[in-house]
């Protein structure tokens, strides 16, 4: 029998326009659509699964650690449906390595059910295309379905109850804007305090402000949209701060409010800020996830000033570039033998 055993190497994607909020938590179907551009090799998840009878459970490492029961669950959950839409009911040895913090805003989970969902794919036979492999991609991780696809990508909220029309698809490949960084600046590389998944249930049960979030967000979603077709910088630098922003108030005004933003966060928000007025012009803006690092996107004319400006800041810990990816791959090389 071939062995059902494959890898897939995927990266994190930042969202210029942000899905916070579902309007159906089982299948993922977010509140509102959002945009993000992926990012290149810089961060990676490798992902080797294995699905054989010789295993009598499913075995899951991270890391180099075996994960934690919550974890665990979450990533059976996953394998479950690749299992279906593979027909098989083989058990998994699934090894996973980042290159980067995990659960510290730096998207993991998106390049991790993005690599899981395609090595599963891979291994058990599905043929599927890549938007049907998104959409299982996104069952595992919302942000996940947007890291299928290289450059810059849109995840429709769609409308049916069912969840057909609510996919990702790439808007522009790497090769239209191939300037564009990101500029990570890492406060923090410690896990975040309440899951996205938690936090934002609680956003959409109890912000009234979320409301009048997803009022104005069609009209971020095409500004957002046109400043990528039309490269304009200026236009998509001063969205992404705004759109930010907006995330970040409607967590704050949840009850009991979350807050993943730091001290340290607030001091690069001032940084940019002053940096842009110097220039005389949006040389650069901010975008926060669930975390405190920060991401920072300019182009690569501007990079090596603003790296300088955020290595300054007090707290910064680390400042890390990443250019516009092509989207995930599969590698030859698995991470263990069998
Ligand atoms: C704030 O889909 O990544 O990054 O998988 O539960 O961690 P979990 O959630 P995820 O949502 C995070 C959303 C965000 C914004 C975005 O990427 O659009």
Redo the contacts with the bound molecule.
Sequence with gaps: MKERIATAIATP?I?FV???GNRDERLILPAGG?I?MTLDRTFTTTTTVWFSDSLSADEIWLNGKKVGPQEAKRIVEHLDLMRRAGQCRLRAKVVSRNNFPTAAGL?S??SG?AALTLACAKALGVRRSMTELSALARRG????CRSLFGGFVEWVRGERKDGSDSIAQQIAPASHWPGLVDIVAIASEGRKHI???DA?RRTVETSRLFKQRMQMHPGMLKQVRNAIMQKNAELLFDSIMRESNS?HAVMKDSRPPIIYMSEVSRRIVDAVRAFNADAGGMKCGYTF??GPNAHVITTRKNEAAVRRMLARVKGVKRVVSAGVGKGPAYAAKHLFKI
């Design positions: 994607n969202a942000k899905y916070w959002s993000s998207a989970s998106a059910f991780s919302g942000s996940a899951s996205s998944r934002m995330m996830d669930a």
